[in-house]
């Protein structure tokens, strides 16, 4: 059996109170393996995004826990924190957010500077097929090239866990697919485990593992034993 | 509410801080031309105001002995309107518990009725009653100083013979503003009165029955003040008369005119400055403010406003803000106004004040900053407007950022990626970081303008008092005497040296212009006067001939090598051709030098002198003190030290209070603008700063990439704000300079050092707001909304 990496437990998010109150997440218990790929789906506003958030350690939970390799992220302060994010996660979201003052290279260097075992940033590059655009800026490349930029940022310092919030959302089925590619062949290559949120049901298929939400909590779950390669969903 | 409305209360809820920055930055340019101008105007009116209520005489003369009966003669002169014959006659005083010796004038009021010019206004008490020997009215400046109430008495020697007086009233008088003692550069209230007594009284002590000694006149609106002076001059001429003068020539009211022209001077130069600075700042601000709005300008677009529409939107949002910074501005330049006018008006004595409401320049201030506050808005909506609105709702295309710092290039291998994002971004809106720097840097410059008084006055005061002036004290003999009393002034206690010196007045004609120039007569070893040339460099009194200061020989065209006729108005009014054999630099007075040699020989008396600058030894000053009040000769002693206190009190008065408040408001500019210069960087940048924090830079590492940006600009700003400082400066300095007056051009490097120093503060507690907000930053919201 795999080893379990994030162990999740009765995890519940409220934001506001009283009649405003809103339940994101409703006690979701949850565990993701090493090296797995799993992909998130669910209606809007079903707690996708706040799981990961929290999960990412970019949001504190209102209860519940998250335990990332045995140890409780809940515990964390802001500074650790801050150093969970720099050492074992890599994100990706729907808006690239790429720094446009610096070069696709400059962008993965951006973070393999502050890592402690990186890959290079051109073997980030390379591994989403775009050595070629190393010196352009994010205003000369399309939304597509910008997300794959975007993952070989995340993934240039080999983290642990890929958190990917709508990475295809804003792309269409060809580009998509060629990010999908990217994310999968990281995931297989280096081990990485990966966690997709998506309202595409097709890509479903490349996962091990899919988890559907609804109104803060896990609906359903369905393992896949035989996922397949990102150039085959049916979009 | 419509929808857009509630988004303008949002947004101004949301930028409050910013908002309110800004009209703090429009208030200070507002308020500056309020109060500045507002108090100059009130001051103008109130002096003339006392003027007229007060009949202030517009021609002034004085005879040694004239018979009342002339009075026919002199008011039947074309132009004249009123004319009061008087005595004034210098008187010495013995004050309980003063050491120094302290003397004055006494004047004549006329008995059983009001003067008909210069009227006193009778601040306590009473004036004497005609006939009463003892009764005395004194200026209240003088009474302050020595905190003398009506019913206090003090002795006086009139005439030769002592007596006691009591104080019945204090006044004041449009004639004495200022009362300066003779030899005295400053007024010192407390070693110099006016002495009001009856008429009949003083005829009697200085034997002038049936005469008068002086007099004043006042002249119809549009009198020929040339004929009467010529008229005067023929008529008081048998009897002594020293040279009929106009107004100008008036001591305390050349004095005043002179702090009303200096203010004046501060109040129409620096003012403007600020207030087309604040214009600009606040023009930049708001379009920067307005630019970050880009996506939302798209947005509305997009659905369907008009462009119009989202211009009177912005334009409503600038002028909110900017109905707040005049109401601010117009509220406290009117009450620092007031606040000022009174200030002034005490340091004037004036018995009243008058309070002038400038709608002009209410109108103006307001005006030019509104103005310049929707341009900057609509300059930014503009832009944008234009934009199709989906290339307006995209973060704006990142135009081609340089190869700056390639990585190919070896040398730059070391700089972080962080100071590359500040650098690239610098670079990438050259224009932007350029006004930006310009904003800051303008900061710098008004501060420089503000603070460089100080130091123009400092050099003034080393010139006088520590370069040219470099006596203990300087006494004055009651009339020119044979040069060996040197000799006896060096028999008193604790006199050390003693350098005699021989001053007359006179009255300068070159040409069509004519002044009232003093005459000082210095012996060629003179080392307690020093007399400095136009390049600041000590040089000789010359042995024949005149060293005229710079000033004067502008006024009346002389160049070395011209000759001046010298009317001498205490000789028979003998005029004199004398040759100007240099210029002298000099920032109070007109005072020209000759040596003494010469000036005697002129004068025809033989080898006289009637003061002279000595050395004494400190220690035996009451000693001396006591000597000079035995030493009828001696009519007055001044300590150096005491003419630069008051020196630098009257400065004080005038300047500082102004120049402090110019300060005040130019360090409330810098914080508003560079506060607000580092929150719009920040919003311009908060998506791409929260992202870093999602990849796990620290707070510390995020804020750096900012704070670089903000030091790079602040750093860049300080050469530039000094270039323009000084420029700046420049500008006042010509401003000011008139044929009256002028201020030397100096700046200290701390003034430099303290500009910076200010608006390095600013910087670094606006970068510290700032690191705040950044350290808060909400990660999840940033990064769901697109922006
Ligand atoms: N800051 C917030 N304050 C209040 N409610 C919030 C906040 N953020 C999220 N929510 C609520 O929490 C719920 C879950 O939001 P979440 O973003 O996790 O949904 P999601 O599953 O990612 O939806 P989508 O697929 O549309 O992105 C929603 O009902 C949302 O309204
Ligand atoms: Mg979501």
Redesign the pocket.
Known sequence: MQKPIFEINGLT?I??SGEVE?R?LNGVDMTLYEGEMAVLL??????????LNIVGGLDQATSGKVLFDGRPLTALNERELTRYRREHVGFVFQFYNLIPSLTARENVALVTEISRAPMSPDEALAMVNLSDRATHFPAQLSGGEQQRIAIARAIAKRPEVLLC??PTGALDSKTGILVLEALSTINRELGTTAAI?T?NVGIREIANRVFY?KD?KIEDMQVNDHPISPSKVSW | MRALDKKLVYDLRRIWAQALAIALVMACGVATIILSIGSYRSLEETRSAFYERYRFGSVFASAVRAPLTLKERIASLPGVSAVELRIMQPVLLDVPLMVEPATGIAVSIPDHREALVNKVYIRQGRLPESGRPDEVAVLETFADAHRFTPGDSFEAIINGKKRKLTIVGTVLSPEFVYAIGPGDMVPDQKRFGVFYMSASVLRALYDMEGAFDDLSLTTLRNADLGRITEGLDKILKPYGGSGARSREDQLSHAFLDNELTELKAMAMIIPPIFLFVSAFLVNMILSRLIELEREQVGLLKAIGYSDVAVGWHYTKLVLAIGLVGMVIGVIAGQWLGLGLTRLYGRFFTFPFLIFRHSVDLFLLATGVTMLAAVAGAARAVYSTVRLPPAVAMQPPAPTQYRSLFDRSKRRFQRISRRTIMSTRHLLRWPLRTFLTTLGTSLSVTLLVTAVFAFDSIDYMIDNIFFRTERQDASVSLVKALPLDAQYSLRGLPGVKRVEPFRATLTKFRHGETEKRVPIVGISNDSRLLQILDVEQNPVKPPNSGLMVPDMLARQLKLRPGDQVQVELLEHNNRVVSVPVVGLVSSYVGLTSYMSLKSLNRLLREGDRMNGARIRIDASSLPDLYQEVKQTPVITSIALLDVSLQKFRETIRENITTMTTLYVVLAVIITFGVIYNSARIQLSERARELASLRVFGFTRGEVSSVLLTELGIITLLAQPLGWLLGYLFAWMVVKGFESDLYRIPFVISSETFANASLVVIVAAVVSALIVRRRIDRFDL??VL?TRE
């Open positions: 998010k934001y506001g809103v994101a669910g209606p809007s506003g079903s707690g996708k995004s706040t799981l919030d709508e949120i309202h939400f803060g | 999840v919201r769901k």
